[in-house]
Nanobody, 119 residues
Framework: QVQLVESGGGLVQPGGSLRLSCAASRSIFSSYTMAWYRQAPGKQRELVAAITSGGKANFADYVEGRFTISGDNAKNTVYLQMNNLKPEDTAVYYC?????????????WGQGTQVTVSS
């Protein structure tokens, strides 16, 4: 089992920045793909950014160039740096850890952290 705890959400004005953190209960970055998803009211959960165990990152088109994802192996923590935030970025942001071993899928979610972009 892996527990994921997000933090860093809050209220920010358009154009502002936030850094979300996701702390894992044990060292998993060497084998898990870590990702951030978000879900706005009335919408489906969508992928924001992901980073593989090899360090390869990918981003949704709507955050490309504004958001970055990184990890600190020593702290078992993955970060989502969000810059130039827009009102449409308002959502609950969830951390995800996923690994596939043979036919077994390991998939864990955090509890989510609210991000509100508003003036």
């Amino acid at each position: 089992q892996v527990q994921l705890v997000e933090s860093g959400g809050g209220l920010v004005q358009p154009g502002g920045s936030l850094r979300l953190s996701c702390a894992a209960s044990r060292s998993i970055f060497s084998s898990y793909t870590m990702a951030w998803y978000r879900q706005a009211p009335g919408k489906q959960r969508e992928l924001v950014a992901a980073i593989t165990s090899g360090g390869k990152a990918n981003f949704a088109d709507y955050v490309e160039g504004r958001f970055t994802i990184s990890g600190d192996n020593a702290k078992n923590t993955v970060y989502l740096q969000m810059n130039n935030l827009k009102p449409e970025d308002t959502a609950v942001y969830y951390c995800n850890a996923r690994n596939v071993l043979g036919s077994t899928i390991y998939n864990y979610w955090g509890q989510g952290t609210q991000v509100t972009v508003s003036s």
